[in-house]
């Protein structure tokens, strides 16, 4: 089972950025499978690796849309940003060098702030670029 459904409360409206949110989704849940699963160190570090790098990836999109855009919160969400690539980063290192473990709370912080942010600034970065045009 899913611990992040895809559904209308996670839309922005906004195809590009809706497409990326569902890949990061779906790797988050394969993170999260492989968790349960007690899949072996490997593949849920390659699980966790790559949805850390999918996520720099993704940022670096929506912050070329706020580039081109002249977006006036960009500063701020490219804060939050690397505070979120940061913390990845560091649970990516922590977890390779065997002092971290994917826990449910762990997952429950990723979920937690995707959800978040989905609603939050990227709704409004949404909506912005939605009312340019």
Same mark, same amino acid.
């Given at each position: 089972m899913a611990l992040i459904t895809w559904d209308a409360r996670l839309e922005t409206k906004n195809a590009k950025i809706d497409e990326q949110h569902k890949a990061l989704i779906q790797a988050f849940n394969e993170l999260h499978l492989a968790m349960k699963q007690g899949k072996g160190k490997d593949e849920v570090g390659r699980t966790l690796t790559f949805l850390k790098d999918y996520t720099v990836t993704h940022f670096k999109m929506e912050e070329n849309l706020m580039a081109i855009n002249a977006y006036p919160m960009a500063l701020r969400h490219q804060e939050l940003h690397r505070d979120f690539v940061?913390?990845? @980063?560091d649970l990516v290192d922590q977890f390779n060098q065997g002092k971290a473990m994917i826990t449910l709370p762990v997952m429950n912080f990723i979920e937690g702030w995707l959800v978040e942010h989905? @609603?939050?600034e990227d709704f409004r970065l949404a909506e912005y670029l939605r009312k340019k045009g």
């Open positions: 940061k913390k990845a @980063q989905i @609603q939050g």
